[in-house]
T-cell receptor, first 114, second 113 residues
């Protein structure tokens, strides 16, 4: 049972345009969400987070939007740069669960074309 | 200066062997994790230790045994390796409830032949 889903395995975007990566979740207990970026042969690196008390969080070129009613979050990258080409994972956690466990999606491979 | 380091980076071994993967973090974090990324790219949690205490133990074969000698180290020992154990194993650490996310190691690619 996959509680966090990234239905687009890959995405190609022209440099300078907006990249939108999507993530859906099924567990209504999730209240904290993260996005990670992963380059080949490296571990994932933390990018941006959002709590369920917010619907938007922005950090430079990266903005995460949360739609709790739709159980959907998205990561916007604008403007996209070739160095953004990587695999992006979303992850979700229920902070009251008493554990420190994040459930990850399967990732979306973003390719930014120069 | 690597924050979360795992060794080895690559491991090729035969079925039935026993192997260990080591992980160390120098961030002063209280919690460490092992995640497995399988061929379908699912990143699934296996174990988590908080201050040397096991707090998460997912449904993992008991051939897998984590060991945390201190809060800066979390090693993974695998007995009687099987072909299906082939995957990339990531170690990670976090402070408290991981509200700042995890810091991952670069992964260990295990291939069982």
């Amino acid at each position: 049972d996959q509680q966090v889903k990234q239905n687009s395995p890959s995405l190609s975007v022209q440099e300078g345009r907006i990249s939108i990566l999507n993530c859906d979740y099924t567990n209504s207990m999730f209240d904290y969400f993260l996005w990670y970026k992963k380059y080949p042969a490296e571990g994932p690196t933390f990018l941006i987070s959002i709590s369920s008390i917010k619907d938007k969080n922005e950090d430079g070129r990266f903005t995460v939007f949360l739609n709790k009613s739709a159980k959907h979050l998205s990561l916007h990258i604008v403007p996209s740069q070739p160095g953004d080409s990587a695999v992006y994972f979303c992850a979700a956690s229920a902070r009251d669960s008493g554990t420190y466990k994040y459930i990850f999606g399967t990732g979306t491979r973003l390719k930014v074309l120069a | 200066d690597t924050a979360v380091s795992q060794t080895p980076k690559y491991l090729v071994t035969q079925m039935g062997n026993d192997k260990s993967i080591k992980c160390e973090q120098n961030l002063g974090h209280d919690t460490m994790y092992w995640y497995k990324q399988d061929s379908k790219k699912f990143l699934k949690i296996m174990f988590s230790y908080n201050n040397k205490e096991l707090i998460i133990n997912e449904t993992v074969p008991n051939r897998f045994s984590p060991k945390s000698p201190d809060k800066a180290h979390l090693n993974l020992h695998i007995n009687s390796l099987e072909l299906g154990d082939s995957a990339v194993y990531f170690c990670a650490s976090s402070q408290d409830r991981a509200l700042g996310g995890y810091t991952f190691g670069s992964g260990t690619r295990l291939t069982v032949v």
